[in-house]
Nanobody, 122 residues
Framework: VQLQASGGGLVQAGGSLRLSCAASGGTFSSYAMGWFRQAPGKEREFVAGINWSGGMTDYSDSVKGRFAISRDNAKNTVYLQMNSLKPEDTAGYYC????????????????WGQGTLVTVSS
């Protein structure tokens, strides 16, 4: 499975962005998907996850209530809607796929996209 993330950019605090991650080369609906982020000098951290059908989602405490993950299996794409952005959300955002159930642990994911950079100015 190949994953291509897009939609990052520069936004002011309080603004919104929607990230997309397009999958190819596999049966997208077989995979649980996750979004992770990594800021300079910090470890990669879980942001949000969604199961194969979209019926179950999970969020880190730092983004709960502000971010929303969704998927469109017909388009082989997972999305991350990010609202009320804060400067501390600045990071490279990575989508990932796992054939297993969803997880907050990055080591559980089998495939990774190249990342898209989100910069939130104060």
């Amino acid at each position: 499975v190949q994953l291509q993330a897009s939609g990052g950019g520069l936004v002011q605090a309080g603004g919104s962005l929607r990230l997309s991650c397009a999958a190819s080369g596999g049966t997208f609906s077989s995979y649980a998907m996750g979004w992770f982020r990594q800021a300079p000098g910090k470890e990669r951290e879980f942001v949000a996850g969604i199961n194969w059908s979209g019926g179950m989602t999970d969020y880190s405490d730092s983004v709960k209530g502000r971010f929303a993950i969704s998927r469109d299996n017909a388009k082989n794409t997972v999305y991350l809607q990010m609202n009320s952005l804060k400067p501390e959300d600045t990071a490279g955002y990575y989508c990932a796929a796992t054939i297993g159930g969803g997880s907050r642990y990055s080591g559980s994911y089998d495939y990774w996209g190249q990342g898209t950079l989100v910069t939130v100015s104060s």
